[in-house]
T-cell receptor, first 115, second 115 residues
Framework: AQTVTQSQPEMSVQEAETVTLSCTYD???????LFWYKQPPSRQMILVIR??????QNATENRFSVNFQKAAKSFSLKISDSQLGDTAMYFC????????????FGEGTQLTVNP | NAGVMQNPRHLVRRRGQEARLRCSPM?????VYWYRQLPEEGLKFMVY????????ESGMPKERFSAEFPKEGPSILRIQQVVRGDSAAYFC?????????????FGQGTRLTVV
């Protein structure tokens, strides 16, 4: 069984600064994928970044990067140069090889970027 | 290529009525997933369907909930005799195949309110 835990219900950051959102997970498989999704007030789920567990290199997408610590089962999201449009709920999610495209989500972190 | 289309965006039902939620997957996608998001929580997997087949319904409540994905037309999530606890956002996602490496694309969700 998969579990994903986000221990920070809310976070805030000043515009242009850097913020890190935490996520831990548990899985019994060796092959799995990890994701961060953004859910703005429109409720649309937007994929921010993904990480394949077999890759040691941390994924980056422009201002977004992850710190993937496989042994610790930790997968944090760093947002650099925060922008007002980054204000949203952020969900960490995992997907195991045996569960195909089925995702397991964490509880979410509400990020507010202040001007 | 239109994204995943869900309708209606908002649905209000009185207790005891039926709710029908529709999901049209992206063109070329034959795999559909339904998730439920209760207030202040992350998304929880409900059911995974391919055309005319339910593949995994392990997340579906045992009673009152059913899903289908007919050969023609959208996938339907049906909730009979709705109760207040069914109030939630229901998301549909689709993918072209069932592998962990395949991204699932989400619709904007249907917010069901039971009064």
């Amino acid at each position: 069984a998969q579990t994903v835990t986000q221990s920070q219900p809310e976070m805030s950051v000043q515009e242009a600064e850097t913020v890190t959102l935490s996520c831990t997970y548990d899985t019994s498989e060796n092959n799995y994928y990890l994701f961060w999704y953004k859910q703005p007030p429109s409720r649309q789920m937007i994929l921010v970044i993904r990480q394949e567990a077999y890759k040691q290199q941390n994924a980056t997408e422009n201002r977004f990067s992850v710190n993937f610590q496989k042994a610790a089962k930790s997968f944090s999201l760093k947002i650099s140069d925060s922008q007002l449009g980054d204000t949203a709920m952020y969900f960490c999610a995992s997907r195991q090889e045996t569960s195909g495209s089925r995702l397991t989500f964490g509880e979410g972190t509400q990020l507010t970027v202040n001007p | 290529n239109a994204g995943v289309m869900q309708n209606p965006r908002h649905l209000v039902r009185r207790r005891g009525q039926e709710a029908r939620l529709r999901c049209s997957p992206m063109k070329g996608h034959s795999h559909v997933y339904w998730y439920r998001q209760l207030p202040e929580e992350g998304l929880k997997f409900m059911v995974y369907l391919q055309k005319e087949n339910i593949i995994d319904e392990s997340g579906m409540p045992k009673e009152r909930f059913s899903a289908e994905f007919p050969k023609e037309g959208p996938s339907i999530l049906r909730i009979q005799q709705v109760v207040r606890g069914d109030s939630a956002a229901y998301f549909c996602a689709s993918s072209p195949e069932w592998t962990a490496n395949t991204e699932a694309f989400f619709g904007q969700g249907t917010r069901l309110t039971v009064v």
